[in-house]
T-cell receptor, first 113, second 113 residues
């Protein structure tokens, strides 16, 4: 069975500070990894994904995540956050050849001025 | 190309009534997924459908819940005899094929009084 753990339910941070949102997964088979962002009262938007190749993936708005197979982690990082990054972030895995996503419980990022 | 559309965005029902949630996938997408998000939790998979077929309903409650994706028209998630515990946000996602990225709609927020 697959599971996704996001240990931090809330992360407060000041504007322009760096941030890391942690994600660990458990799976007996190979998986694809995703980060989604959810703004208030909206649906989930894909932020970035790891399918294969380079273990470091980046988004267009400055976020990056690194797939670490030995630690079964896919932590999300940004060197300098903006107020507009305030949202809830969900880590998700999908098993090869299956189309079902398993989501973590989410991390609320609150960027303060 | 319009994104995934869901309606209504908000739905209020009294206990015992029926709730019908609609999802129109992105153009060209024949795979639809329904997820439920309870307060303070991540998304939980409910059901995966292709046109006129239910592929995986392992996340659907055994009673009162049903889903369909007819040849023409939107996918429908139907909840009969709603109870307070059904209050949640219900998200639909679509993709063009197996192992493709899923794109999420804005969700329907169901409140059962």
């Amino acid at each position: 069975a697959q599971s996704v753990t996001q240990l931090d339910s809330q992360v407060p941070v000041f504007e322009e500070a760096p941030v890391e949102l942690r994600c660990n997964y458990s799976s007996s088979v190979s998986v694809y990894l995703f980060w989604y962002v959810q703004y208030p009262n909206q649906g989930l938007q894909l932020l970035l994904k790891y399918l294969s190749g380079s273990t470091l993936v980046e988004s267009i708005n400055g976020f990056e995540a690194e797939f670490n197979k030995s630690q079964t982690s896919f932590h999300l990082r940004k060197p300098s956050v903006h107020i507009s990054d305030t949202a809830e972030y969900f880590c998700a895995v999908r098993v090869y050849n299956f189309n079902k996503f398993y989501f973590g419980s989410g991390t609320k990022l609150n960027v303060k001025p | 190309n319009a994104g995934v559309m869901q309606n209504p965005r908000h739905l209020v029902r009294r206990r015992g009534q029926e709730a019908r949630l609609r999802c129109s996938p992105m153009k060209g997408h024949s795979h639809v997924y329904w997820y439920r998000q309870l307060p303070e939790e991540g998304l939980k998979f409910m059901v995966y459908l292709q046109k006129e077929n239910i592929i995986d309903e392992s996340g659907m409650p055994k009673e009162r819940f049903s889903a369909e994706f007819p040849k023409e028209g939107p996918s429908i998630l139907r909840i009969q005899q709603v109870v307070r515990g059904d209050s949640a946000a219900y998200f639909c996602a679509s993709c063009p094929g197996v192992q493709e990225t899923q794109y999420f709609g804005p969700g329907t927020r169901l409140l059962v009084l």
